[in-house]
């Protein structure tokens, strides 16, 4: 079993930025995928980052240059900096990993509005 928590999300003004974190109840590198996903209202979920247990990353085009993914495996967790923010970028993030099966968090509010 995997427990994974999200923080950061919040109010924003577009432009702005956030840091959403993930913290995982085992060891980061143990996952062989690591992504934040993202649901807005009437939209279906959608992969926004994602990070391989080697270090590989691939974003969403309507994120790249704007969002990084990170892991930190000493603290077990991985990051979402998110720069530029739209007001496209609402949503609830989602993380996710893959140990033996498909973990999600609870997910964390993005709200991008002036």
């Known amino acids: 079993q995997v427990q994974l928590a999200e923080s950061g999300g919040g109010l924003v003004q577009p432009g702005g930025s956030l840091r959403l974190s993930c913290a995982a109840s085992?060891?980061?590198?143990?996952?062989?995928?690591t992504r934040w996903y993202r649901q807005a209202p009437g939209k279906q979920r959608e992969l926004v980052a994602g990070v391989t247990s080697s270090g590989r990353t691939n974003y969403a085009d309507s994120v790249k240059g704007r969002f990084t993914i990170s892991r930190d495996n000493e603290k077990n967790t991985v990051s979402l900096q998110m720069n530029s923010l739209k007001p496209e970028d609402t949503a609830v993030y989602y993380c996710n990993v893959v140990w033996d099966r498909e973990y999600w968090g609870q997910g964390t509010q993005v709200t991008v509005s002036s």
């Open positions: 085992r060891r980061i590198f143990s996952f062989s995928y």
